[in-house]
């Protein structure tokens, strides 16, 4: 779910940016930095950012001062400055009640990451995806005659991916003056270097120096061969599933809402992984129930009707088990596989097809006996029969409302 997401950078530009939220309650917040003069509508930072909020994590992307909706000349802004708007870009989402605790950068923007995450105490941990180990690495795309008159004259018109700037001194000399390894050095937190062998335009030197300068934990993961950009959906797809699986040590632990009785009761709660995950609980056993893909879910376990189906399976089979040892029967294995389908035009809409096998040396007569018992097992009988389900409110969520 996107939703726009303005605030005010630290020089008193307007940034325009865009929440991406999680359809379920958010297992933390991240603030993603674009690649240089690239946008928050970039096709890396909005298939991550979705991706991440598919995930439970919630992204902000926002377009640095000069850029796309946001207010500023890209010509009089530096390094620093971009720095400075992902700090302002904190402070706006805590005070939103959004906390970032992820501090995310592709490119130019993973450098400024580094560079910001410094004054940024509250962010937990940090990734970046290709980016460099020196920010002047970025004076590299500006040809040198257009270099040459911006020291000489103060500035220059200037093409950066196919698309004309202005580029100021200011912007020049503080990105000389950056030392991205220093603020690596300094940053004592957790570290996720993504980058790709192959990377063309910033080479995989630079997440070396970056990974040799940072200080544990510290992780590196190889894109393979993905381009600078991310052009590819299947690459911007593997990073942000390699963001989301590093990323849950590092934010807040899950409390669970309601308390699952000792001995009994079954708990689901939300995870904030995805649209439906739940995380359930019985006593010791915890298990992942969802729904497929093709339904909105992550498949990470089974959908309900699913765990209706299990109940039927599990209690068919242990009955047969418990019959035949009763009586003496030659059972060796008792398999159970259970299908659920709505039916339109009868009644009930319900209906749950049973399919048993029987292994081991058994009569016809064994067999028949086997299979009766199986249609009387007590979760058979609760289906047939129907039963009555009572919902209460739990007292914390009566006090959170009062």
Not at 6 to 31: M, N
Not at 354 to 364: K, N
Request: proline share 5%; net charge negative; glycine share 10%.
């Amino acid at each position: 779910m996107s939703q726009p997401f303005d605030f005010t950078g630290r020089r008193g530009h307007r940034l325009s940016g865009i929440i991406e939220r999680p359809t379920t309650t958010p297992r933390g917040w991240a603030i993603f930095a674009h690649c240089f003069t690239c946008g928050k509508d970039s096709l890396a930072a909005v298939r991550i950012a979705r991706a991440l909020a598919r995930a439970g994590i919630g992204v902000l992307r926002f377009d640095f001062a000069g850029l796309g909706t946001s207010e500023g000349a890209f010509g009089d802004t530096s390094f620093a400055d971009d720095a400075d708007d992902l700090i302002a870009a904190g402070a706006a989402m805590t005070a939103a009640r959004m906390e970032p605790l992820l501090l995310l950068g592709h490119s130019f923007g993973g450098a400024a990451a580094l560079a910001a995450a410094g004054e940024m105490p509250g962010i937990k941990a940090i990734a970046t995806i290709a980016a460099p180990a020196e920010v002047s690495h970025i004076l590299r795309l500006v040809d040198p005659e257009s270099l040459a008159r911006i020291e000489t004259e103060g500035h220059a018109n200037v093409l950066l991916a196919g698309r004309p700037f202005t580029l100021g001194r200011k912007f020049v000399d503080d990105a000389r003056r950056q030392n991205l390894p220093q603020h690596v050095a300094a940053l004592h937190r957790p570290l996720l270097i993504l980058h790709a062998p192959r990377d063309e335009l910033v080479g995989i030197d630079n997440a070396s120096s970056l990974f040799a300068a940072a200080k544990h934990p510290k992780s590196f993961v190889s894109l393979d061969d993905a381009d600078h950009l991310l052009s590819r959906p299947g690459d911007a797809e593997f990073a942000a599933a390699v963001i989301a699986a590093w990323a849950p040590r590092y934010l807040s632990q899950l409390k669970d809402d309601l308390g699952a009785p000792d001995g009994g009761g079954v708990l689901a709660e939300e995870t904030g992984g995805g649209r439906f995950q739940l995380a359930m609980r019985s006593g010791v056993h915890s298990f992942f129930a969802d729904e497929p893909v093709s339904q909105g879910g992550l498949d990470t376990g089974l959908a309900p009707y699913e765990l209706v189906s299990a109940g039927l399976a599990a209690c068919t089979t242990m009955t047969m088990r418990l019959y035949a040892e009763r009586k003496g029967y030659n059972l060796a294995k008792a398999r159970t596989i259970v299908t659920h389908d709505k039916r339109s035009d009868q009644k009930p809409d319900d209906i749950f097809t049973r399919t048993i096998e029987l292994e081991g040396e058994l009569s016809d007569e064994e067999r028949e006996k086997i299979l009766a018992i199986a249609e009387r097992c007590p979760v058979d009988l609760t289906l047939v029969r129907g039963s009555e389900v009572v919902t209460r409110l739990a007292a914390r969520s009566l006090a959170a409302g009062g």
